[in-house]
């Protein structure tokens, strides 16, 4: 078992800073009509009109962090994310199962640069029985993408449980094109017709989904004609997205929307139609708080495509055996006692019936309002190396089952208190030693003073426990390459056995 390494850091009342993911590109999925769906939509006829019959789709989720073990989607808020999606996919009869979960150490593919190396990352990792989804620090600079051919990747800024980003991107791995479709590149394939919304659209726009096929083509550029949706409807079989219920919508930048749920932007179509989009869809690019629902077009060509693209894997009936009542009477074991004379702790508690998935959170304070640390488990123990803590911190447990991710009960709260305080936090060190200055304003050079020690190496983290920069701590000084982000840090400082944490804030 990986052992955990874990730094509780004291936490002020600072505000993380803007990770609000507006400023990535929304879906880094490239215009694509696959094959199936465009055969689809010629013989609708030959489908079901309504829903027939439940799915069980099987999920493969990673959270990836950085070689060093940096970076990781907190995974208490996986689970917030996970019940987001079942509530999106609510009335469709389609629901979602666990199949398997992973952490991923792999810095290349936490900040990969472009999709053909998120695939090359995806076929390393991807499991063969389940749509394989990847939360990392930047999937190519997007919120997230999908490939037909491997799998899922978003990014965490874009992953919280009130983003629809994930939802978006399995409706893609359902089939589904954006509403838009065509209009990703404006109306030339790579922005290089301009085109003034007041005006008449063209009849056609074109569009380039070079990485979307299933053996990559990298030398070929292959552009398609989409042809440009009417406000009447006389075209919309075969026009935009190809589902006559989805209105006419040519905006592929991310929009808001107004108290109607439809874009400010009016559009004019080929025929000199004003409308607005549609902000309810998920497959559009309105903001996340806009969107609400798939039509019933849309859900109708997901269940065909899940049943004849992703037959092999999905499941008629779920396949848990069981359902947890309340938090399934979990018992916490050890450790259960105040001071604590050691640092490095194995957790333990009861298994419980039904529960595929436990999550572990260590946390500060009573009601545990800030977690430092949480992991997903399927076993009912979790070690942490090194728990470094001045503070009182507690400990709880959730268990979960793979298809029910909302409204978890977690076991009782245990505090506890380390007795043999590493020196990390020890006081009387702490006031011996001295970050000069402790705010950076245009700064880039931090000194370490301290009283009789000699600091050999240091590492800075950041507030979100992320290391930003370690090294030899020659001369006692600490000089980044660039100006930090505003916020807090922390700096540990080692000589030998000794280690001393220290924050300071960049202004
Ligand atoms: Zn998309």
């Known amino acids: ?19 609000n993911g507006y400023e990535l590109n929304p879906c880094g999925t490239e215009p694509y009509k696959s094959p199936w769906l465009k055969q689809y939509q010629k013989n609708k006829d030959a489908y079901p009109t309504k829903v027939e019959g439940e799915v069980y789709v099987p999920l493969n989720v990673a959270v990836v962090g950085t070689d060093e073990g940096a970076g990781r989607f907190s995974e208490s808020r996986l689970v917030e994310s996970l019940c987001t999606l079942t509530n999106d996919f609510d009335g469709t009869d389609i629901f979602f199962y666990l199949e398997t979960y992973r952490t991923i150490y792999d810095s290349e593919f936490f900040e990969h640069s472009n999709v053909l190396e998120g695939a090359a990352k995806m076929f390393e990792y991807d499991s063969e029985n389940a749509i394989n989804s990847y939360l990392v620090g930047s999937p190519a600079g997007n919120c997230g993408y999908n490939l037909p051919y491997a799998g899922i990747a978003l990014s965490n800024s874009c992953a919280s449980p009130s983003d629809h980003t994930w939802t978006h991107e399995l409706g893609h791995a359902f089939s589904l094109p954006h509403p838009f479709i065509g209009w990703e590149g404006g109306a030339g394939y790579e922005g290089e017709i301009g085109h003034n919304y007041a005006d008449p659209a063209p009849e056609t726009v074109l569009y380039n989904y070079t990485l979307f096929q299933d053996t990559l083509i990298l030398d070929t550029l292959i552009i398609d004609t989409a042809f440009v949706e009417y406000l009447d409807g006389s075209n919309c079989h075969i026009a935009g997205d190809g589902f006559c219920d989805t209105k006419p919508d040519y905006l592929s930048v991310r929009w808001a929307c107004d108290s ?17 989009s549609d902000a309810t869809l998920f497959m559009s690019y309105a903001f996340d708080a806009c969107a609400s629902r798939f039509s019933e077009e849309q859900v109708l060509a997901m269940h065909a495509s899940l049943e004849e693209e992703d037959g092999d894997i999905i499941l008629a009936q779920t396949p848990a055996t069981g359902e947890i009542v309340g938090n399934g009477d979990i018992q916490l074991y050890t450790p259960y006692d105040a001071d604590l004379d050691y640092k490095d702790i194995v957790f333990n508690w009861g298994e419980v019936e039904h529960a595929d998935y436990y999550l572990f959170q260590l946390g500060l304070g009573e009601g545990m309002s800030v977690i430092f640390f949480d992991t997903i488990v399927q076993t009912s123990k979790v070690e942490v190396a090194e728990l470094n803590s001045a503070l009182p911190f507690s400990w709880a447990v959730t268990p979960f089952s793979a298809v029910d991710f909302c409204d978890l009960e977690s076991s009782e709260i245990v505090e506890l208190e380390l007795s043999d305080v590493s020196s990390i936090d020890d006081q009387l060190l702490a006031d011996k030693v001295k970050l000069v200055p402790n705010l950076l304003t245009d700064d880039q050079k931090i000194r370490v003073e301290s009283e009789g020690l000699n600091f050999s190496s240091y590492e800075v983290y950041s507030l979100a426990g992320n290391m930003i920069q370690s090294g030899d701590l020659q001369g006692q000084e600490i000089e980044f390459p660039q100006r930090l982000r505003e916020g807090m840090y922390f700096v540990i400082l080692k000589d030998g056995p000794v280690k001393v944490c220290l924050k300071f804030l960049q202004q």
Do not use: H, Y
């Not at 990986?2 to 803007?18: D, E, K, M, N, W």
């Not at 439809?262 to 607005?276: A, H, L, V, W, Y």
């Open 1 to 19: 078992m990986r052992t955990l390494l874990v730094f509780i850091f004291a936490l002020s009342t600072i505000s993380l800073i803007g990770q």
């Open 260 to 276: 109607n749920f439809e874009s400010f932007n009016e559009q004019t179509d080929p025929s000199g139609e004003k409308f607005k």
